[in-house]
């Protein structure tokens, strides 16, 4: 396989890899650091119930991946990427960056 190609793969998992939000554990946990800062998203987050806290989870963590859904539809129509040095292809598969990483975040196998 090409170099591209691996590269285009390897910058589209880093970015599944990176989907993770830790605003969302802490919101699901009911527990933001605890600094004076926080204070009252704690007080907030300790009014609601598990399951509250479950959901609004669930809405922190499609928020930012629906940002990097964005950020990546911005780039494969107004930039060319360069990621470790290489410059990555453009839909070598036929799809966007952004339908890459939401199939890779489904569990989608890549393309033969």
Not at 8 to 16: A, C, L, N, T
Not at 81 to 104: I, S
């Amino acid at each position: 396989m090409n170099k591209k190609l691996e590269k285009y793969k390897e910058f589209i998992d880093e970015v599944v890899s990176l989907k993770g939000a830790a605003t969302s554990k802490w919101v699901a946990r009911g527990l933001y650091p605890e600094t004076k800062e926080n204070e009252y998203r704690n007080e907030v987050l300790s009014s609601l119930s598990a399951a509250q806290r479950e959901e609004i989870a669930k809405i922190v963590q499609e928020a930012k991946e629906s940002g990097m859904h964005d950020l990546l539809a911005f780039l494969n129509q107004e930039c060319s990427v360069t990621y470790q040095g290489t410059e990555l292809p453009y839909e070598p598969f036929g799809t966007e960056l952004n339908y890459d990483f939401v199939a890779r975040s489904e569990g989608d196998k890549w393309p033969q």
